[in-house]
DNA sequence: AGAAAATAATACCTCTGGGTGTCATTTATG
DNA sequence: CATAAATGACACCCAGAGGTATTATTTTCT
C-alpha cells in the first residue's frame, strides 16, 4: 500500500521499454508488444509515437517496422524515463505544495521530505533499463 | 526537485489542518483562515466542509461560527490526514503500475520501491499535527 | 422579530490524463 | 505495381480534480 506512484503513462513508458530492453537490437511491432505488456492497444499505439517523439525509441516504418530503443539499455535510466515523461509534473513543490519553501526558512517537514524524495531520485538513477531486466528477476510482464 | 507529491486538496488539508492546530480550542472563521493559508478562497469553503463531513474538523454554524479541530492536534498524524484525503488514490500497485505484483515473484524493484514507500509511510505516522507547528519552524503559511 | 454573520448545499465551469476511432502514410514483397 | 503490414496523424470522448458562483440555512445580537 503507497501513496507514491507516477502518472499511468510513465508506468507504461517503463513496461515498453523494459520489454523492448529484453533484446535491445530486435525491432518489435507493436502486437508483440501489446501481447506481452498490459495496456490498452489504442493508447500502446498512441504511447509507441509518444515515446519516438521524445528520442526514447526509434521508430521503423512500413511493413516489418516496429520500435526499437534508441541507446544501449544500460544507458538507459529509469531517472530519464521519469524525467522524459513527467516534464510538467515534476514539481519544485515543497511538502506542503508551496513553492518558495526554499527562500523562507525551512519548515518542519522540509528535510525528512528532501530525504526521501532524494533517495527516491537516487534509486532512479541508480538503476537502468539491464538492471530490472536481469534474469534473476521474473519478466514483470 | 521531486516526483513526490499529494494531492491539492491533501496539501491543502495540511496547511488547513496546520493552521487550526496553532490553537485547538479556538474556533476559527474561514475569513481568519484565508488570510494565513494561501487557498483559493472558494474553494477553501469547499474545503472546509468536506473536511467537516470526513471528520478532521467540526464546525459551528451560525454567527461567530467557525472550525476546530476534532482531535487533539498531538492526535492526528500527516498519515491520517493523507489517508482521509486520499482515500481513493491510496493504491496497491506496484513500480510498474500493476495490481497483481505481490502475487507473482518480485520484480526488480519490488523491494526498493518497497523501503522508500515504506519510509514515506512512517514519516507520515510518525508526524502529527502538534510536530509540524513546534515553535523552533517557522509558522509554514 | 429581524438583521447580520457565519457555514451548507448545489450546480456549474474548465482543463488534463487516459483512452478510443478513423484515416493517411510508409515500406517490403509477390 | 499493387497489396499487405506496419507506423503516423488527427480528432474525439469521458471522468475527475481543481476552482467558481449562487442560493439556502443556522445562529447571535440588538
Given at each position: 500500500m503507497s501513496f507514491m506512484n507516477f502518472n499511468k503513462s510513465t508506468e507504461y513508458a517503463f513496461r515498453i521499454l523494459g520489454f523492448l530492453a529484453l533484446d535491445e537490437r530486435k525491432i518489435y511491432s507493436t502486437d508483440e508488444i501489446y501481447n506481452k505488456v498490459k495496456i490498452p492497444y489504442r493508447y500502446l499505439r498512441k504511447q509507441l509515437t509518444n515515446l519516438t517523439k521524445k528520442g526514447l525509441i526509434n521508430s521503423v516504418q512500413g511493413k516489418h517496422g516496429g520500435y526499437r530503443l534508441t541507446k544501449k539499455k544500460s544507458e538507459i535510466s529509469l531517472y530519464d524515463i521519469v524525467v522524459c515523461m513527467e516534464d510538467g509534473v515534476l514539481s519544485n513543490e515543497c511538502f506542503f505544495g508551496y513553492?518558495?519553501?526554499?527562500?523562507?526558512e525551512k519548515c518542519a517537514m522540509h528535510d525528512k521530505w528532501e530525504e526521501i524524495s532524494s533517495s527516491l531520485n537516487n534509486l532512479l538513477k541508480t538503476m537502468n533499463l539491464a538492471d530490472i531486466t536481469r534474469k534473476e528477476y521474473p519478466a514483470f510482464f
Open positions: 513553492t518558495d519553501c526554499h527562500l523562507i
